[in-house]
């Protein structure tokens, strides 16, 4: 064969660094994306923050306006609004008044001495706080007239403690971890133990929930229903948890009132004692838009908070202009910065328009709540706003709307639907609030089977198997109705 040459002409989508740019800060979240915003203040100088209410500000307000463009005055208005209604529910509440005395008991670690007075911090959110389960328990080992050696096993067995305040290794295993040439006996560990569970939170230093709840039960005053309580949980545990009252009062051969009380003392225990201490992380989220109904329609407008105020720097920029030849690195900078600033708006405003389209949708579960949510799915939107449905389901993840009901994903708006007796279609998250309606309406001595809820539904037109129901049931985090059963 002899080469020869061939003119193809041929179709394909090439991805130019301002469209990849666009799709990747469309389905970035809020903090992923400020993250992504620090990154480029760093590297690029042509870029900075408008920390003034100027073009970024006037750039997130021009989306709030119902008509997209926005005249001043309606922005303006609607942004008065929004500062009346912030500094309403932000208003200070009367100031409590504050226990001094409180300060000077509280585990022997705050005084009043050197409090502000402007400080109204509560002193039970600062002792929480600041002090974990193993120093709350090592301030107590100290006051105690221990010897020496007890005290160092005791304080073994604190380290040995879980975030529950369990000792979830036997008194065996722990023993093999100490060195031989202590010579500790186990009589002395189960001492040390002892030791331990008289400290405070009552409870601490359980080998299991019997235990735990049975240590507590015993540092109550002794009574009939302290008595009852602790056979129960010392010996019929099992049958407690399974609601199992008839079986209960036959081993006990109590009267149902005497069992009740029992039931609610033990319900009133605490079975993980050393919870309280532990250190969680508050996690906050920035909404990206916000929900209100204005002029009896609901609307959606953007979170300034959310939107980033950019700006040229325009000392860079006028640097660069004076000059008779570009800078083809500054250049390069100036076009990335103006990118992203447009990207930014862009991104805003995609969500904007997919949360309204939601909004209208949904206007009903605005009204009425969860049991009047319709079925949605990504391509109703994307065929109304005429975008994609991967473009949809990106602003729709990680991506949150505040309302008066509440904060939600834009995700949460979107589910399956089940079929109708009319011929309609009800989705899945109004069967789930019906369930959680009739289950809270129930009555405790009779509850509704999974069949009963199934044919309740069933007469008010929403065909839902038994297995369909069970499902939603548990994905609601309700337990089955022997569970549910109370006396």
Not at 26 to 49: A, D, F, H, K
Not at 448 to 460: A, F, H, P, R, V
Request: aromatic residues 6%; glycine residues 6%; proline residues 5%.
């Amino acid at each position: 064969m002899q080469p020869s040459l061939q003119l193809k002409i041929s179709q394909h989508l090439a991805l130019t660094p301002q469209l990849q740019q666009s799709i990747k800060l469309l389905q970035l979240s809020t903090v992923e994306m400020q993250q992504e915003i620090e990154r480029y203040l760093l590297e690029n100088p042509m870029l900075e923050r408008d920390e003034g209410p100027g073009e970024g500000f006037a750039a997130a307000q021009q989306f709030n306006s119902p008509e997209g463009a926005g005249s001043e005055r309606e922005s303006a208005a609607h942004e008065e609004r929004q500062n009346r209604d912030e500094h309403e529910s932000e208003a200070p509440s009367a100031p409590a008044e504050v226990d001094d005395d409180r300060w000077t008991s509280d585990a022997g670690t705050f005084t009043g001495a050197g409090r502000d007075e402007d400080d109204d911090s509560d002193a039970q959110d600062i002792h929480a706080g600041s002090l974990s389960l193993r120093d709350h328990l090592g301030w107590q080992l100290g006051l105690t007239q221990l010897s020496e050696r007890d005290r160092g096993l005791v304080r073994f067995l604190i380290e040995a403690l879980d975030d529950d305040g369990y000792l979830s290794a036997p008194l065996d295993e722990l023993l093999a971890t100490l060195p031989p040439e202590y010579e500790v006996e186990p009589e002395e560990l189960e001492i040390a133990l002892r030791y331990l569970q008289n400290f405070d939170p009552t409870g601490i230093g359980a080998r299991s929930p019997r235990e735990c709840l049975l240590l507590q039960l015993r540092a109550r005053p002794a009574d009939g229903v302290q008595k009852l309580a602790l056979t129960i949980v010392d010996k019929h545990l099992e049958a407690l948890a399974a609601r199992d009252f008839v079986r209960l009062r036959r081993l006990t051969g109590c009267d149902e009132t005497a069992l009740k009380a029992a039931q609610t003392l033990i319900v009133s225990l605490n079975p993980r004692p050393g919870a309280n201490f532990a250190q969680s992380e508050a996690r906050y989220i920035t909404p990206d838009v916000m929900v209100k109904k204005l002029k009896n329609k609901w609307t959606a407008y953007i979170n300034p908070d959310a939107y980033p105020r950019l700006k040229i720097n325009r000392l860079y920029a006028e640097i660069l202009a004076q000059q008779r030849r570009g800078n083809g690195n500054l250049s390069g900078q100036l076009q990335e910065a103006r990118w992203l600033i447009k990207n930014v708006q862009q991104r805003f405003d995609t969500i904007l328009r997919v949360t309204q389209a939601i909004v209208d949708r949904q206007r009903q579960f605005f009204e009425h709540g969860e049991v009047a949510m319709r079925p949605l799915v990504l391509r109703e939107i994307a065929d109304v706003l005429d975008l994609h449905e991967s473009t949809v389901s990106r602003v729709t993840s990680q991506k949150y709307m505040a309302t008066p009901r509440g904060l939600f994903e834009l995700k949460y708006f979107f589910g399956s639907h089940v079929a109708t007796d009319t011929g309609g279609a009800c989705s899945a998250t109004a069967i789930r609030a019906l369930i959680k309606q009739l289950i809270g309406a129930e009555n405790g001595k009779k509850p509704l089977s999974d069949s009963q809820l199934s044919e309740i539904l069933g007469q008010q037109g929403i065909v839902v198997a038994r297995r369909t129901v069970a499902k939603y049931r548990e994905s609601l985090n309700i337990p089955p109705v022997n569970l549910r059963k109370t006396l």
